[in-house]
């Protein structure tokens, strides 16, 4: 095994062609074999080992600063820098993180996760070392997908107009999630793709090979000459037309000749794109016969064949072994998908409305398959826009179709919302239009890490005038919501998480309209206001205080940013109220709660409110479960704080001030410096 004996990028330098083409295998197997047993991203790394490789020969890291966009595909930079072992703990509580960290290693810079960013960061490096006087290099990788961001042009702009050195590998594998979506892409592999271009090229590197003697010399100034073809079969590239140096496009599974467009693009003194060309998931048989997403990304393989099941690492919903799926029944088409999960829920409902309103169009920003829209996709193709990495734009865009007439449903994570605020507050909220913002993967997300938690959503929304915010306890309650959502005149939300929806059973109940509903009426003693998911843990909640003679009240709060006046002239009768969201605490659901009750009461009248929910600090990676039990948000956490609240009244007046919320409960062992920092900062 040559891996074995690789434990930082300067061993990678004394090896042969053979042992490289050997080690790239080996790799290979590796990852292939690691993701299946944590899940993770696969496909994305695959394509890069040769790249990876050829980088880190060609450059001196850390000196020269390698960085990774989006950082998903950064495996190969984790196994080379010396992290081979921590392998066994991928993307767990404590272990390896799925994308670049820079607590693990001197070698990683950013801790990324949300795309398009790269080149920005790079821009900004690069600056401050040619105002140091120094020779450090920057080098950037970039996907195709991660290009159709905006950021990415902004960043483009930038440094061709300021001519800043930086090396930018576009790794173009024609695929973001799904096939990317852009003119530049689609002319990029026009590129690759002409036959004439192509047909000259491999003669000329043929012909040069065979040369005898200097054919391998010689085979390395191939690029200069194809260049110069570049220029006869493509006008002026894209990137020229910046200010930026364009070479390619280049085999990106050759590691002589990446190596060699690599050491000539660090000679340019400017900045410099450099083209590669690679295969996403390259070597692994399943990957490359994914049609779509090459298995982009994977759940853990539950069978022993070892053949990972496309997508959990932020793509697919992971169910637990038994998850009481049960089918809804049939009436339409639509109907008779399966609803196993909040997404599941919403693609057969969307599908419903769009059967009979034919103004209804979705919205994905290059993520169709994980949000749940590819049936639509597939019924409705004229009414399916994918704006590529372009959060900001979708929204924007949305709000564009609905001035028009148009019910645009824009589907997106919770965590790449918070980059579209702006334009969710602005271009949709200041105007009342008419456009759903569905957020899947909202609240705590798991094995992604700090960048991945959907804690924002609420807190942004509810900052949005005339912003329904809906927060559905089940999947059957997306379906009302979603039907409520469409029927407004101004903008709405509807916020779910990745979890199995809970009580799948026909007959399940849901609210109606903008109501709360009460799902337990106790004795007055406490009120629990439950938002989306913490319902089930409210009831939980409830149940074990009832058997410790507390007989507390438990309502789903449903639509936050209008609590209905029942729920709030209910919730003031008790001793006190509790509210559980999985969103951050501060400026979150329970506050708007806390305030709308204050409001509603008389003066002073109003019963003391704790509000739990997730303390200000970035959570690290572990599953959503144990995250949410460390922070006291699953049924013993809330029951707790209940009990803690009425302790804290008793002996007190008949209306006290305010219970201060318990103290965040300690983060996992596991929590990074940051999180120990913020909980300083905020006392907690
Ligand atoms: C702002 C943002 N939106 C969506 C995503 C989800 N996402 C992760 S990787 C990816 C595709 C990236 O494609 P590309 O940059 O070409 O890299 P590849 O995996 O193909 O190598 C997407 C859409 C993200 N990470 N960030």
Redesign the pocket.
């Known amino acids: 095994m040559i891996l074995e004996h690789i434990d930082s990028p300067a061993d990678l330098r004394t090896l042969s062609p053979e042992e490289l083409t050997l080690l790239c295998a080996e790799i290979r197997e590796f990852i292939v074999g690691a993701v299946t047993a944590t899940g993770g991203?696969l496909?994305?790394n695959l394509?890069?080992v040769e790249l990876t490789l050829a980088l880190h020969r060609t450059f001196d890291s850390p000196r020269d600063v390698l960085l990774w966009?989006?950082g998903?595909?950064a495996y190969v930079h984790k196994l080379v820098t010396g992290r081979r072992d921590a392998f066994s703990e991928l993307r767990q509580a404590g272990g390896l993180s799925g994308y670049p960290n820079r607590t693990e290693s001197e070698h990683d810079w950013v801790e990324?996760?949300?795309?398009?960013t790269i080149l920005s960061y790079a821009h900004g490096l690069a600056s401050a070392f040619e105002l140091q006087g120094s020779d450090r290099r920057v080098v950037a990788v970039?996907?195709?997908?991660?290009?159709?961001?905006g950021m990415a042009y902004e960043a483009l702009n930038n440094l061709g107009h300021s001519g800043t050195r930086v090396v930018i590998v576009l790794?173009?594998?024609?695929?973001?999630?799904a096939p990317?979506v852009s003119r530049l892409s689609l002319s990029l592999t026009h590129l690759r793709l002409n036959p004439a271009y192509v047909q000259a090229r491999q003669r000329i590197r043929h012909l040069i090979r065979e040369l005898p003697g200097v054919g391998d010399l010689a085979y390395s100034g191939v690029h200069g000459l194809t260049s110069a073809l570049r220029e006869v079969v493509t006008p002026h590239t894209f990137f020229e037309a910046l200010g930026i140096r364009y070479a390619g496009p280049i085999d990106g599974h050759d590691i002589a000749g990446v190596e060699q467009a690599l050491a000539n693009a660090s000679e340019w003194p400017g900045p410099i794109v450099v083209h590669v060309l690679?295969q996403?998931g390259r070597g692994y048989a399943p990957a490359e016969e994914d049609d779509i997403q090459?298995l982009?990304?994977v759940k853990v393989a539950t069978a022993s064949v070892g053949l990972p099941e496309s997508g959990t690492a932020?793509g697919g919903t992971e169910l637990p072994e038994d998850d009481g799926a049960t089918p809804v029944a049939a009436g339409s088409e639509a109907a008779e998908l399966p609803v196993t999960t909040f997404t599941d829920a919403f693609t057969r409902s969307l599908l419903r409305h769009a059967e009979s309103d034919p103004r209804i169009v979705a919205i994905t920003?290059?993520?169709p398959g994980?949000t749940g829209l590819l049936p639509f996709q597939a019924r409705f193709p004229e009414r399916f826009v994918d704006v590529g990495?372009a959060?900001q734009h979708a929204v924007t865009s949305a709000a564009g179709m609905a001035m028009a007439g148009l019910r645009p449903v824009v589907a997106?994570?919770s965590?790449?919302f918070s980059?579209a605020f702006d334009q969710a507050n602005l271009d949709v909220g200041l105007h009342g239009l008419p456009v759903v913002l569905v957020l899947d993967r909202a609240g705590i997300t798991g094995d992604d890490g700090p960048s991945h938690h959907g804690v924002l959503d609420m807190a942004l929304g509810l900052d949005i005038p005339g912003m329904t915010v809906f927060a559905p306890s089940s999947a059957p309650e997306v379906e009302v919501m979603l039907a409520e959502a469409l029927s407004l005149d101004g903008p709405a939300m509807i916020r779910f998480p990745k979890t199995p929806a809970p009580w799948q059973a026909p007959g399940t109940p849901v609210g109606s309209g903008l109501e709360a509903r009460r799902t337990r009426s106790g004795d007055g003693s406490a009120c629990i206001l439950a938002v989306g998911k913490m319902l089930a843990a409210a009831e939980e909640a409830a149940t074990a205080l009832l058997a410790d003679g507390i007989d507390a009240t438990v309502w789903d709060v449903r639509v936050v940013s209008a609590p209905d006046p029942a729920m709030l002239a209910d919730a003031a009768r008790h001793r006190v109220v509790v509210t559980a969201e999985d969103g951050v605490r501060q400026g979150g659901a329970g506050m708007f709660l806390a305030d709308a009750l204050r409001s509603s009461c008389a003066c002073g009248a109003a019963p003391p409110v704790v509000s739990l929910g997730i303390p200000r600090s970035f959570i690290p990676q572990d599953k959503p479960d144990r995250i949410l039990a460390h922070l006291g948000l699953d049924g013993p956490g809330v029951a707790a704080s209940v009990r803690q609240a009425l302790d804290s009244l008793a002996g007190a007046p008949a209306v006290a001030e305010e219970v201060a919320a318990p103290p965040a409960p300690a983060l996992p062992a596991t929590a990074t410096a940051t999180a120990t920092a913020t909980a300083k900062e905020t006392g907690a």
């Open positions: 991203h496909g994305s394509g890069v966009d989006t998903h595909q990324n996760s949300h795309a398009s970039v996907g195709d997908g991660a290009l159709t961001g790794n173009d594998n024609g695929r973001s999630y990317t690679t996403k090459r982009h990304d932020e920003a290059a993520m994980p990495i959060e997106v994570y965590t790449f980059r």
